[in-house]
C-alpha cells in the first residue's frame, strides 16, 4: 500500500481525508478548500456564528508543542462548526508516564473521537498517525517540526486571493527565516501548485533551506533586488527557539537588512500585500508603519484562518464519511 | 471623542456597551443591571439552566493574571447565555513570545470574538482595550489593578438587596485591607450611586486609601466604633500577595483588632449582613461561627455572582447590536 | 443518620444517587449500570454522538490530582450526555489562596453546579463531601487515594460481559501491585458482588494488602499457580509515583516474575482476556506482543469506559432527580 502524502491525505475518489501537508495535494483541491473557506467567511460575520456540520462530533487538540494561538483558532473553527472540542496538552500528561505516542494515541482512538488536531515537534508526527487510524477519523496537521504547517499556508493563499483575485501572474518574496520555517515550506508549495510566475526566498546563506530551487524558489540575499517587481511579500516570524546557536549577527542587524521598512516597501510593485503569520516582532522583522499601514493584511490573515480550518475540518470530515459509507478505505478493505 | 468611563460604557441611548467600572454609571442602570441579574437567579434553579441570549456567539475569558473562581463564574454564566467560550490564559503563551497587549487583542479580535472577559494586573488595561475596539465587540472588566472589579461589586449590591429589599437608609461597613482591594473601590462607588445613608471604611491608617472621604466614605480605626448601626459588614480578604513589606504587625493582630467575631458582630444592628468576597481565611479575617453564621449572606454572593454576569454579559451584548444596527457607534460613526 | 457507603450512594428507593464506592453496592444494581452502560456504546458509533439527558446541567471536573486520561473521558462522557463542563484542576488555584476542601465546595456548589467529579489523593474524600451535599447535587468519586476508583473497575467489568456474557464460573484473576491500587480493590469488590467463582491476587507479598482475605481474594505469589485454569487476566500499573522506598527488587526482576508474556500467558485458560487499565509500561508489566494479540480487549477498555461513565452520570442525576420530586431526600427531609 503506497503511504506518499497523497495516498494518505486523499479518498479514492479524490476527496480530502486527512489534511498532512501542501505537498501532494493538486491545484484542483487547494481550489476547493479555498472556495470552502470562502463560504465561511460569511459565517464569521454572523450574530450566530454556527453551522451544523460537525454537530455531534468530537474533534481532540492535541498539542505536543504548546500554541494558544493556533489552538485557539482551531478551537474556535470546531465550535462555529458545533463540533465538541477536547484540548489535551500532552508532556505534561500521558506522555510524562512513560507512554509511547502511539499507545496515546490508539487510546485516544478508543474514546470514539472523530478528528486529532495535532502538532508536534518532529516531522512526520501526523503522518505516522494517519497511517494508522480507522478510516472513520481524520488527522489535521497544525505544524510538524520544520516540515509543514499546511493551514497557515491556506489561510495565506485564501488572503492573496481575496486581494489579488488570482495566483496567476503574481510574484511573492519570503522573507526571513525560511530554513527553520515549517511554514515557509508549506507556503513555497501552495504558492507553486496554485500557480504563481515566481516564488523568491529572500535570505542570508545561513538562513536559507539547502536546495531552495528543487522546491521551486529563486534566492536572493538583498532586499533591494528580492523585492523588485513583487505583488505580495510574506515576512516569516523569526523563531528564536528554533535557532542554535549565532546564525544571525544581532536582532539590529538582521532589522537593517532584512527588516521591512517603508523605504524597503517602496521596492516592491505598488500596492503589494504585506504579509506576517504572527506574533509580530515589530522593529525586528517589520517596521509598526508598514504593520499597521495600508498595504498589511495581517489582521486578515487571522480571519482567514478560521475560514480555512473551518473548510479542512470539514472537508476531512465529509472525506471519512465517503470512504466509511463506500467502503473503499485501507482499513475497511482490508476486512 | 471623549473617553471617560461613562463615555466608553454606555451607547448613544444610554444601553450598556461594556462593563468596565461602576464609576460613570448612574443609578437607573445599576438598578436595571440589577433587575437584570434578578431574572436570572431563576434559570440557576432550573434543572435546564440555560438561555439562548447569546446562541453562537465566543466569549473570550483573557486572564492576564490567574483566577479560577472567577474565570469559572464568567464561563458558566457564559455557558448558560449559550455562548462558545474560549479560555485564554495569557502570559504562559502570546506574551511570552514578545508579542504586545494590543497586537495580541488585534489578533483576538481578528478571530470574530464578540466579547472579552478581561482581568490584568494594570490599572486600566480594559479602559484602553474599550478604546480600540470595534463597535460589535464588549469588553467586560474581571478586575485590572487596583483599579475596579466592577462585577464583584453588584453581586454584593444584588445580595444586598435581596436581604434589604432598598438601599436607602442602609448604613454599610467594609472592613480591612481597602487600599489594596479593586473590590472595596467599586463597592463603594455602587453602594453611593444606590443611595445607601454612609459607606464606612474600617482599618488601620497603613491599608486605608490616600483619600477616603473623596471616595464617599467616612474612616473608622476602631471596630467597636465602626460597625456601631451598621446594617451590612463587608470583610475584605487580606491580599497577602498584594502587599509589599510589612504594612501589619501580624496575622494574629489583624484579626485580633479587625477579625469578625461573635464579640465584634455585637456591636452592629441586630440581623446586619455579614458579607466577603470569598475566598475566606478563617480566622485571620473572619471567625468560623460567624461565616458560617445565621447572618452569613457569603455563598449566596457567589450563587449571585453567576446572575449578575449573565446580567451584565447579556445586557453589553445587546447594547452592542444596537449600537452596530442604529450606526451611531464611534467605530461606524467614523466610516 | 447512617453514613455508610450505601445510604449515601443510594435513594430511598434504591436508585443511585452518588457513585462514590462499588462497596455498598449490590448486584442489580451493578448489573443495572452495565446495562445502561451497553446501550451508550451504541451513541459513541453514531455519527452523532450525542443524547440530551443532561442538557442545561453543569458538571465540574474536580481534580486535585492530575489525571489527562481519566479527566479527558470524564469530560466526554459528560459532552456527549449534552452537559455543560467546568474542568478544575485545583491545587494550583482556590487551595493556593489557603482555602479549605470543604470551603472550596460549598462555593462550588453556590455556583449551582449538579454534578461534581471528583478525584482527590486523600481516601474517602468525595464521601466526605457527599455527606455534605444538597439532594440535587451528585457526586463521582474518579478515585480517591488508595481507596476506589469504582467507574474503572466498572469499565472493566462491562468489557468482561461483552466477552464472556456472564460472570458465573469466571476465574478472574488481578496481577501487580494490588497494595497501591484503588483499582484492585474496587475490581476485587465488583467482581464479587457479580459472582465470579473466584478472585485471585497475584503479587510479592510486598505488593499485597494487608488482609487479601478478608476482600474475597486468594492470593498467589507466582505467576505459574496463579494463572492457571483462569479466564480473565487483569494486570495492574506499576505506580511508580505511589511507591516508596524499595518495595521491588527492579523493574526487570518484576517483569521476570510478574510481567505477563506469551509463555505466562500460556498457562491461562485458551481464550483467557488480557487487561489493563493504561497507560502501558512496556515490558515491565507486559510484554508487547501481549498487550497488543489477539486475546487483549485494553482498548475496549477505553471505548467502555465512555459508556460507563455515561451510565453513572445520567443514573446519578436521574436519582437525584427523583429525590428531589419525592422530597425524601436527607437535604429535602430535614426542612
Known amino acids: 500500500m503506497p503511504e ?11 476527496e480530502l481525508r486527512h489534511f498532512l501537508a501542501i505537498e501532494g495535494l493538486g491545484q484542483a483541491l487547494l481550489t476547493r478548500i479555498l472556495d470552502t473557506a470562502d463560504s465561511f467567511i460569511e459565517v464569521g460575520e454572523r450574530t450566530i456564528k454556527k453551522v451544523p456540520l460537525l454537530r455531534g462530533r468530537t474533534v481532540v487538540n492535541l498539542f505536543f508543542e504548546p500554541s494558544t494561538r493556533t489552538r485557539s483558532t482551531f478551537e474556535l473553527a470546531a465550535k462555529r462548526l458545533s463540533a465538541d472540542v477536547l484540548n489535551l496538552d500532552i508532556g505534561t500528561s500521558a506522555t510524562s508516564k512513560g507512554e509511547s505516542l502511539s499507545d496515546t494515541l490508539l487510546n485516544l482512538r478508543a474514546m470514539a473521537s472523530d478528528m486529532f488536531v495535532m502538532r508536534h515537534s518532529q516531522s512526520g508526527a501526523p503522518h505516522f498517525v494517519a497511517q494508522s487510524v480507522t478510516p472513520d477519523v481524520a488527522i489535521i496537521n497544525a505544524g510538524d517540526g520544520r516540515h509543514e504547517h499546511p493551514t497557515q499556508a491556506m489561510l495565506d493563499m485564501l488572503t492573496i486571493r481575496q486581494h489579488m483575485k488570482t495566483f496567476s501572474g503574481l510574484r511573492v518574496a ?30 542570508p546563506d545561513t538562513l536559507l533551506p539547502h536546495e531552495p530551487e528543487a522546491l521551486g524558489a529563486r534566492v536572493f540575499h538583498r532586499m533591494e533586488e528580492g523585492l ?16 542554535e546557536g549565532a546564525l544571525l ?19 516592491a510593485n505598488p ?23 495600508p498595504q498589511s493584511v495581517i489582521l486578515g ?11 479542512v475540518m470539514s472537508m476531512s470530515m465529509g472525506g471519512q464519511l465517503n470512504e ?12
Open 174 to 203: 519570503i522573507v526571513g527565516d525560511v530554513q527553520h520555517s515549517r511554514v515557509a515550506r508549506s507556503q513555497i508549495r501552495a504558492l507553486n501548485t496554485l500557480g504563481v510566475d515566481e516564488v523568491r526566498l529572500i535570505a
Open 301 to 311: 490573515q487571522v480571519t482567514n484562518g478560521i475560514a480555512v480550518r473551518m473548510a
Open 249 to 267: 549577527p544581532s536582532e539590529s542587524e538582521f532589522y537593517r537588512m532584512y527588516g521591512l521598512t517603508r523605504e524597503k516597501l517602496a521596492y
Open 4 to 14: 506518499t502524502s497523497r495516498d494518505l491525505q486523499l479518498t479514492a475518489d479524490g
Open 324 to 335: 466509511r459509507q463506500s467502503g473503499t478505505g485501507e482499513g475497511v478493505a482490508s476486512t
Open 271 to 293: 500596492g503589494a500585500l504585506v504579509m506576517h503569520p504572527g506574533p509580530i516582532n515589530r522593529g525586528v522583522e517589520i517596521e509598526s508603519a508598514v504593520a499597521d499601514g
Open 228 to 243: 523588485r517587481n513583487v505583488d505580495v511579500i510574506i515576512m516569516l516570524r523569526l523563531q528564536h527557539e528554533r535557532m
